[in-house]
């Protein structure tokens, strides 16, 4: 039987808040102050969950003072004593450190070719090994002193879900014995004006499965936990409860490079394999954090896969999507409503789960969710989890955690 793996007390951070607990009341209060109008490169203009320069830390190292590691720093800064916890009981050659992010670099290479085209050269500072894949991890481990494996995941929007499912099975297989696990993101100009071009984007504030839905809001975060299988290992701020993770699923449709399969059949194999490597049934689930990211195509495979795979139970089941309060976070996105829902559990004797915030309109095209409306409050406390994460070219994650 494969050993439990426990999470701890994530760092976060996010256009909705600074840290899980002010995140949290933004969920549960249905708060989109951290969703405001921004202004790209050219002129135009969107909504984006936008994190203010003011809340984060400085970075002493040159080499990695940009905006991405400085979001980044923020998350790790408050999950620092869970590492050290870690890495003085196993010794720094057994941390891992793996990492979902999809935008690294774009800042300093758009502000380096703005320097080429003006005056010929790139500044002096300008150095392609910052804008590699590795970067968010590599610092990590240099700011943490840890000699363990280090991996960042692109998979699009589950990248910080596919880093912790690899940092789960390294713990099982005896390579590692605990690892730092989430993702980071940023809604740099690139970003926005990148899913701009793919005609994604809502000119109006995302409004998840409405029949009225125009597209997504981006938006930037960084969610960090330590994962270990021991439980006393990140028993730091989690008030004695320990989470774990109980069970996930993948499934890689391969159907279309930026569109998932209609049907939903992808999103489907996903939700199904986690329950399956949990051992629940689909009655076991007390919530689901949706993928929901607005758009037509996204909000109709994943109605239709949730409609398959929980059946009658659909219309009990409490779901929503928290992105409409801070925005698609890409790669983070993952990892930080993973933390959203340990945060539900940890605090489910208030009964209160995040707000589904949108217009009301269902569309009578897709099976009807239960959309969790504000003051809901929960008939029993939620027991268990489920979180999914769908990326371009279908990559297609569900993870279930429980207490």
């Not at 969950?49 to 003011?54: A, L, P, R």
């Not at 870690?86 to 290479?109: L, T, W």
Request: charged fraction near 25%; charge should be negative.
């Amino acid at each position: 039987m494969n050993e439990t793996i426990y999470l701890s007390a994530p760092g976060v951070i996010c256009g909705a808040g600074s840290s899980i607990e002010k995140v949290w009341e933004s969920c549960i209060s249905g708060n989109r102050d951290g969703i405001k109008r921004v202004t790209a490169i050219g002129g135009t203009e969107f909504y984006a969950g936008k994190i203010d320069d003011s809340l984060l830390p400085s970075v002493s190292d040159a080499r990695y003072d940009m905006r991405i590691i400085r979001i980044l720093d923020k998350a790790l800064i408050q999950i620092q004593s869970s590492v050290e916890k870690v890495k003085a009981k196993y010794g720094a050659d057994r941390i891992a450190v793996c990492i979902g992010a999809c935008d690294n670099g774009s800042e300093f290479s758009l502000a380096g070719h703005r320097e080429f085209f003006a005056n010929g050269k790139f500044p002096s500072n300008y150095k392609l090994d910052i804008q590699s894949a590795d970067y968010p991890a590599a610092f990590i481990k240099e700011k943490c002193g840890l000699n363990g494996p280090s991996f960042v995941f692109a998979t699009a929007c589950s990248s910080s879900a596919s880093a912790m499912i690899k940092a789960r099975d390294m713990i099982q297989a005896g390579l590692v014995d605990a690892a730092v696990v989430g993702g980071v993101d940023i809604a740099s100009d690139t970003v926005l004006l990148g899913f701009d071009s793919l005609e994604a984007v809502s000119d109006e504030k995302t409004n998840p499965f409405s029949k009225n839905r125009k597209g997504i809001t981006l938006g930037e975060a960084a969610a960090l936990f330590v994962v270990s299988k021991d439980a006393d290992d990140v028993s730091d701020n989690t008030d004695g409860i320990a989470i774990k993770l109980l069970g996930a699923g993948e499934s890689a449709d391969a159907s279309h490079m930026t569109a998932p399969l209609e049907d939903g059949s992808g999103a489907a194999q996903a939700i199904k394999e986690a329950l399956n490597d949990s051992g629940l049934k689909p009655t076991d689930i007390d919530y689901l954090n949706l993928h929901g990211t607005g758009t037509h195509l996204n909000d109709a495979m994943e109605s239709k896969a949730v409609n398959a795979i929980f059946g009658e139970y659909t219309k009990d089941l409490p779901v929503s999507s928290t992105k409409p309060l801070m925005g698609h976070t890409l790669g983070a996105s993952g990892a930080i409503e993973l933390a959203i829902c340990s945060h539900a559990l940890r605090h489910s004797a208030e009964k209160k789960l995040p707000v589904h915030m949108w217009d009301g309109v269902f569309d009578d095209e897709l099976p009807r969710l239960n959309f969790v409306k504000s003051g809901d409050v929960c008939k029993e406390e939620i027991k268990i989890a489920m979180s999914n994460s769908f990326g371009f070219g279908g990559c297609n994650i569900s993870l279930i955690i429980g207490k």
